[in-house]
């Protein structure tokens, strides 16, 4: 059992580097915010599933293996890029759907209510996958891992690896926290601003887009 003024301080750093601007919280934010808070949770649920994965990599020295090779690390970042790409394209698709029906459309035609992007496009099951794979398909976040998870462990306490996978359970569940009180917020400034105009709705979908192409650009740039 990990000693608890080491859970404290783990803790303290985790919460802190969580609630930095970076590509998982503004994943969660674009989510909520165009969608639901509901998505975003789900969301937040896929990325810290995906920590299970490399949190057991770190354990087991498999992630120091692989990230020693530069090929293969680079083949990871490249396969996430793609993915985010693949994802800021949908987006924009997803624009010109919309811009076509509400051509269609006549005037007196009602906008749909906040949130009834979710029920009509992506349901939830499908957002939570999709965090576990922008969790997974990030190398950055196993580099991460690797960097932080053992300057909390202490060999006199006992298993280093079973230390790092207490250490990498506590960050998830800090994460999950972090990450549901950010859907929450940015769910009720999305509904706010669609109430207001619908007009909101295709700009939600572009500065998506946006962040996935930022991102895929940020993964491919650095940590070379």
């Not at 930095?20 to 934010?29: E, K, R, T």
């Not at 190398?139 to 006992?158: D, E, R, Y």
């Not at 009720?188 to 887009?209: C, D, Q, Y």
Request: charged fraction near 10%; proline fraction near 6%.
């Amino acid at each position: 059992m990990l000693p608890l003024e080491q859970i404290i301080a783990f803790l303290a750093v985790a919460v802190a580097l969580t609630l930095m601007p970076g590509p998982d919280i503004l994943f969660v934010a674009a989510q909520s915010v165009s969608r639901s808070a509901r998505s975003g949770i789900a969301v937040a649920l896929g990325l810290c599933t995906g920590l299970i994965v490399h949190t057991s990599l770190a354990a087991g020295g498999i992630s120091a293996v692989v990230l020693s090779s530069p090929v293969a690390f680079r083949l990871v970042k490249a396969l996430g890029a793609l993915y985010l790409l693949y994802l800021a394209w949908k987006a924009v698709s997803g624009i010109r759907r919309n811009d076509g029906g509400e051509t269609a459309a006549s005037p007196a035609t009602p906008q749909p209510a906040a949130g009834a992007a979710e029920a009509a496009g992506e349901r939830l099951p499908a957002l939570y996958r999709r965090g576990i794979l922008m969790s997974t398909l990030n190398p950055k976040v196993s580099l991460f891992f690797l960097a932080m998870l053992p300057q909390f462990v202490t060999p006199a306490a006992g298993s280093v690896p079973l230390q790092m996978i207490q250490l990498g359970a506590l960050f998830m569940a800090q994460a999950l926290a972090v990450f549901t009180v950010v859907a929450l917020l940015a769910g009720r400034i999305g509904r706010s601003l669609m109430n207001r105009s619908p007009k909101w709705t295709a700009r939600f979908a572009v500065a998506e887009a946006v962040i996935y192409a930022g991102l895929a650009v940020n993964l491919l740039l650095t940590g070379n």
